[in-house]
């Protein structure tokens, strides 16, 4: 495990330096086989490690994220320091982040990342950075703690975002039923939609929040 965490650490911190070296290991792996089997159908593999070599660089964090989230264990982590690099994604700008994570053994460990090389779970097309100095949760494999995952909706920042995403079905329903409060399709709907919030974040959302929709839901006539 180690080992497989190094090397996915490698291919998601260089990307790009990877492709030529899994396509040179293609080469080297083809040869071997053709050799070996007597067949220069291996030869094929060439291409595979090729175009592999292109896809990670887009992919690789991804298949880091669900290594370690499956295999890794728990630990914490600080984003110490950020800027802005010069580099860009998509037309925005990558940042750059060093970082101080805490082992399950509490060990410190001081690595870095950035916003293109960062895995996070669950997977989302946002790349979405705990803001610095707020702790997080992570996972990793014990040996080689560098190579780390964001468990994003097990940290104070995912939480929060969970809940801002959750209250616009809400939010939608109560500005529906102010338009018009004798609708019953828009009472259930925001019935529905504040039993559905309550549910799932009675444990970590703010309890002024959780008290007033609580007490919107109990001023609603009942069915």
Aim: zero cysteines.
């Amino acid at each position: 495990m180690v080992i497989l965490s190094a090397i996915l650490f490698f291919l998601t911190q260089h990307p790009f330096w990877s492709w030529p070296l899994l396509t040179l290991f293609g080469v080297a792996l083809a040869h071997v086989l053709a050799r070996w089997r007597g067949s220069p159908g291996w030869y094929g593999l060439i291409l595979v490690f090729f175009i592999y070599g292109q896809l990670n660089i887009f992919l690789a964090h991804i298949f880091n994220a669900l290594f370690l989230s499956a295999f890794g264990v728990g630990g914490t982590g600080v984003v110490t320091h950020s800027e802005m690099t010069s580099s860009t994604l998509n037309d925005a700008n990558v940042w750059a982040y060093s970082a101080a994570l805490k082992t399950a053994d509490g060990k410190d460990v001081v690595t870095a990342f950035d916003s293109m090389s960062a895995s996070i779970y669950p997977i989302t097309n946002a790349i979405l950075i705990p803001p610095e100095g707020e702790r997080f949760v992570t996972r990793y494999i014990p040996g080689f703690p560098r190579n780390f995952v964001i468990m994003r909706n097990q940290s104070p920042y995912g939480i929060r975002q969970m809940v801002a995403e959750d209250r616009a079905p809400v939010d939608k329903a109560a500005n529906q039923l102010a338009a018009s409060p004798g609708n019953p399709a828009f009472i259930d709907e925001y019935r529905d939609a504040l039993t559905r919030f309550l549910g799932k974040h009675r444990g970590d959302a703010d309890p002024a929040l959780i008290e007033r929709y609580q007490a919107a839901l109990d001023a609603l006539p009942r069915r």
